[in-house]
């Protein structure tokens, strides 16, 4: 086990960040952000590895193989969030610190998308502030640990 090593998961279509509905999602692609908070956990003393997947299914076993590896998650499970179940499970088996990030503000969206299955097993939420939330969420995460 690292207990400097958050894992950073990306969930279906955040793959296509910067062209996907930018005006919903921004224009940071993936790799920006990936860059940025590989940065910001060198300043924090972290390390961060990232997955994305657009499976749910791979979700769950890299959820699972985070026991023993990783001190902390953050996740954004895209549309998983809102249907998935055995995602949930997956994060409470864990037993890790979550924080669920979306980058809009899921709360002002569509009414399906206010439901989160996936927060249940999240310390924390952030929601709306963009790219800006992940990197909040990874500062949150030190001091959970820190803890
Ligand atoms: C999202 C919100 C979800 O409703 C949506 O399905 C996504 C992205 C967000 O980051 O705002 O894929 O998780």
Known sequence: MN????????GPNLNLLGTREPEIYG??????????MTQKAEEL???????QTNHEGALIDRIQQAAGDCSGIVINP??????????????????????????????RRESFRQHSYTAKAATGIIAGLGATGYLLALEAMAGLLAE
């Open 78 to 107: 895209g549309a998983y969030t809102h249907t998935s179940i055995a995602l949930l499970d997956a994060l409470l088996a864990v037993d890790l610190p979550v924080i669920e990030v979306h980058l809009s503000n899921i709360h």
């Open 45 to 51: 003393g972290l390390s961060v590895e990232t997955f």
């Open 3 to 10: 207990p400097n090593k958050i894992l950073l998961i990306h």
């Open 27 to 36: 224009k940071d692609t993936l790799a920006d952000i990936d860059e940025k």
